[in-house]
């Protein structure tokens, strides 16, 4: 079974850090792009950060650029994504995604959706 699960998130007071991990089983994601999402409540999913297979290009969501960065740590943990500056808005559930290429998680069409991971950013 192909599986993305998402961990790493928690309470955190404003101004705090996370380290969100994504970890694969069932496949290899190595010639994935890699992505990550967030839906806060009564909010529609959105887009966070992209990192292609390769890691060499990354996105970001203009709301995040300058704070949070998304790198690939090995097949295992196809995705990280290190938040630092962190505002109550951040509060979400953030999702990890795999999709075809850089511009496909970007624009939403994703092959493979973690479960989400909560975070609570507290003012």
């Known amino acids: 079974q192909v599986q993305l699960v998402e961990s790493g998130g928690g309470l955190v007071p404003a101004g705090g850090s996370l380290r969100l991990s994504c970890a694969a089983s069932?496949?290899?994601?190595?010639?994935?792009?890699m992505g990550w999402f967030r839906q806060a409540p009564g909010k529609e999913r959105e887009f966070v950060a992209a990192i292609s297979w390769s890691g060499g290009n990354t996105y970001y969501a203009d709301s995040v650029k300058g704070r949070f960065t998304i790198s690939r740590d090995g097949a295992k943990n196809p995705a990280v994504l290190q938040m630092n500056s962190l505002k109550p808005e951040d509060t979400a559930v953030y999702y990890c995604a795999a999709g075809q290429n850089s511009r496909s998680i970007v624009t939403t069409r994703v092959d493979y959706w973690g479960q989400g991971t909560q975070v609570t950013v507290s003012s």
């Open positions: 069932g496949r290899t994601f190595s010639t994935y792009a």
